[in-house]
């Protein structure tokens, strides 16, 4: 068994941060010709052909998958490092139903000292499980963010997801932080 795990979210000034899993049994895919074939990171798709992927991946009776969504005042207490790794734990233990479960990890993630891991940079654009993985966790977040426009109508979260763009930066400045803010995570003015 195999663990593919990103995230999403650890640059924004609003939101919290997901970290998804997708669990698949080797013997059972070949990414070249099953359902991963031709899955890309999702920060090189479209909005769009990420919600098509989303569905295909979620609905494919043979992937698990599973999220853990670590909200702000947790990141503002442990730091977003620490709520990166908290959240990878968190998904790994929801996937991990077998004692040989390897996880693939993106970038700076790992697990604790004792599970089967390897941590792959870049590996959301290399390893088509990590792929699904990033998928999941992005358009996981964009839901959140769509849903917290809602109630947080004045910040534009529908436009840019939370992210430090200049309409984020100046609606902060206009109306100040609300409570889905990261306090920890410092507002530059342009």
Request: with cysteine; hydrophobic share 40%; charged share 25%.
């Amino acid at each position: 068994m195999c663990i593919g795990i990103d995230e999403a979210g650890r640059g924004p000034l609003a939101g919290p941060l997901v970290v998804a899993g997708v669990k698949i049994e080797s013997r059972i895919m070949n990414y070249e010709s099953g359902v991963l074939k031709g899955i890309k990171d999702s920060k090189q798709l479209s909005a769009k052909q990420r919600e098509a992927w989303f569905v295909r991946l979620t609905s494919y009776p043979k992937i698990k998958w599973a999220t853990a969504v670590v909200c702000p005042r947790v990141i503002d207490r442990i730091n977003i490092y620490s709520s990166a790794q908290y959240g990878a734990r968190r998904v790994y233990q929801k996937l991990a139903t077998a004692q040989n479960c390897h996880a693939m990890l993106d970038g700076s993630l790992h697990l604790p000292a004792h599970i089967s891991q390897e941590t792959i940079i870049k590996g959301d654009e290399l390893i088509p499980l990590i792929s699904a993985a990033s998928i999941i966790a992005k358009v996981t977040r964009d839901r959140i963010m769509f849903r917290l426009h809602k109630r947080y109508p004045v910040y534009g979260f529908n436009l840019h997801k939370g992210y430090g763009t200049r309409l984020h930066r100046e609606m902060i400045g206009k109306f100040g932080r609300c409570e889905v803010h990261r306090k920890s995570f410092r507002v530059v003015a342009q």
